[in-house]
């Protein structure tokens, strides 16, 4: 798995562009930060995060949708339940995954950081295949954004303690940052 620094796409990621981005501002992406996400909540494999990413999810399919229907939101990447890997917005843009937040007291970490959402919820279990593909995106971000360091891999609910708490407690941090390890030893 590879990036393009020139245009910020994933080489083996399916491309579904979003909208919801706009430019960067100048400076260093130096920041991943790992979501969690299913729609509707608690069930897989639906396509409904790819459209509610590009604005097209139909409000009268699912009651949890009339509530999410008028958010303008994306993701750089999506990684489902079988590993694979959707990119929504280009890591040279401003996705808008992380809204109000702060790392290390800077402000506003979309203005600096990549967001993957991994298809899940805070309380299962994330598969085998997802943690293969995120240490692989992972690696390959690093690779481009060498200031994405270990200390900077985080959850959404680091960034925004008092309104998210994904990827919940079912992500294993143990799991990723040895594997991460592990990968960087082998290479």
């Not at 290390?104 to 298809?119: A, K, P, Q, T």
Request: hydrophobic share 35%; with cysteine; net charge negative.
């Amino acid at each position: 798995m590879q990036l393009d620094r020139s245009s910020g796409w994933c080489d083996v990621a399916r491309h579904c562009p979003s909208p919801n981005f706009n430019a960067r501002p100048a400076g260093e992406i130096s920041l991943l930060v790992i979501h969690n996400i299913s729609l509707p909540p608690g069930q897989f494999g639906t396509g409904k995060v790819q459209t509610f990413f590009q604005n097209q999810l139909d409000p009268n399919e699912h009651p949890y949708f009339a509530g999410i229907v008028s958010l303008q939101v994306s993701a750089h990447f999506l990684i489902e339940r079988d590993g694979a890997v959707t990119q929504f917005v280009s890591c040279n843009e401003r996705a808008w995954h992380a809204g109000v937040s702060s790392f290390e007291g800077r402000e506003n970490c979309n203005d600096f950081s990549v967001g993957i959402e991994l298809e899940g919820t805070d309380e299962l279990p994330f598969t085998d295949a997802q943690y293969d593909a995120l240490v692989a995106l992972t690696r390959a971000l690093q690779a481009t954004y060498p200031a994405i360091t270990p200390a900077r891999i985080c959850g959404h609910s680091d960034i925004a303690p008092t309104r998210k708490t994904d990827p919940g407690p079912a992500f294993d941090w143990k799991r990723l940052r040895s594997a991460l390890m592990d990968t960087k030893e082998a290479s």
